[in-house]
């Protein structure tokens, strides 16, 4: 690849939120982060949602020094009120790529993105059915 098709720019005006540039943007903005993912969430899952917080860039490390940590570009929960005043909570990361490279190893960096968030959200003597929904959302 060249320098300089390595260094130009796409103008904003023909970005769109796969865009990783904009939707890390987006999300990191504590004004519209949460509405913006609110609303692509509604969208893909054709549903309203309850209460959202969204943190964006969030990051997990591996489980020891030596394994592969990950970086989430939106970490969405979803707190959903039962009858009888329980809530749910369900766990969404959005990522947003372009990158067809990465469209064959997607199982398994799905499982292995579910896996880790898994291991953060499981605290020890907790029973494995407490663990929160999660979904997964590539772009």
């Known amino acids: 690849m060249s320098e300089e098709k390595k260094l130009k720019k796409k103008p904003l005006e023909e970005m769109d939120v796969i865009d990783n540039f904009l939707f890390t943007e987006l999300a990191s903005s504590e004004e519209d982060g949460e ?3 609110g609303l692509i969430l509604s969208r893909v899952l054709k549903r309203r949602l309850g209460s959202v917080r969204l943190v964006g860039q969030r990051t997990f490390p591996g489980v020891s020094e030596d394994t592969h940590g990950i970086r989430l570009d939106a970490y969405v929960t979803e707190e959903t009120e039962r009858e ?3 809530t749910d909570l369900t766990v969404y990361d959005v990522e947003p790529d372009r990158k067809s490279a990465h469209r064959e ?3 398994k960096r799905s499982r292995y993105y579910g896996g880790l968030i ?4 499981l605290e020890s003597g907790s029973r494995y059915d407490s663990l929160p929904e999660m979904v997964l959302i590539f772009i």
Do not use: Q
Request: proline residues 8%; negative net charge.
């Open 84 to 86: 009888g005043g329980a």
């Open 35 to 37: 509405e913006v993912c």
């Open 105 to 107: 190893s997607l199982p």
């Open 118 to 121: 898994d291991v953060h959200l």
